[in-house]
């Protein structure tokens, strides 16, 4: 059945590309070069095979982004260029939960915390940023079940 939708999509393509160069529609489709790769790792994965939703999701994400940029002339790029790395960390997020990966958790948390970061110089935000700090602070401080944790922890250690 995988057969089929990658023999059709290939036809489909091939023939939108005919039409394109034939007629001069003058579109740019040169982020289809990572779409179909992308999508050809996302059919080939399986649980058995999880380590291809990483390039699958990254390809797939980047062209989807890329063919945005070309339809605004680009013009959101200043302020979307932290999704480059939030691709990493969604190709993550992907393997950790249709792959049954769960020690990919942690990679995609850490790279959403700096694509969160990465926003923050983007939109020039980072005037906010101490008060970010505050409120993690005040979250560590007065979260109760963090801090029994801790003593807990401390305890045994002693």
Known sequence: MNRWIFGI???????????NYSLNWNLELWPLALLIPGIFFLFGASRE??????????????????????????????????????SVSLAFYITAIVGK?????VPANILLIIT????FISLNLLK????????LGLWIIFDSKN????????DKNE
């Open 101 to 105: 990966e769960s020690s990919f958790f």
């Open 49 to 86: 095979n999880n380590g291809l939703y990483i390039p699958g999701t990254i390809l797939t994400f980047l062209a989807i982004f890329f063919f945005f940029n070309v339809a605004t002339n680009w013009s959101y790029q200043k302020y979307l260029w932290p999704l480059y790395v939030f």
């Open 128 to 135: 906010f940023w101490p008060i970010a700090l505050i409120i």
């Open 116 to 119: 969160v970061g990465l926003f």
């Open 147 to 154: 801090f029994k944790r801790t003593a807990k922890s401390e």
């Open 9 to 19: 999509l290939l036809i489909i393509v091939g023939v939108f590309l005919i039409f």
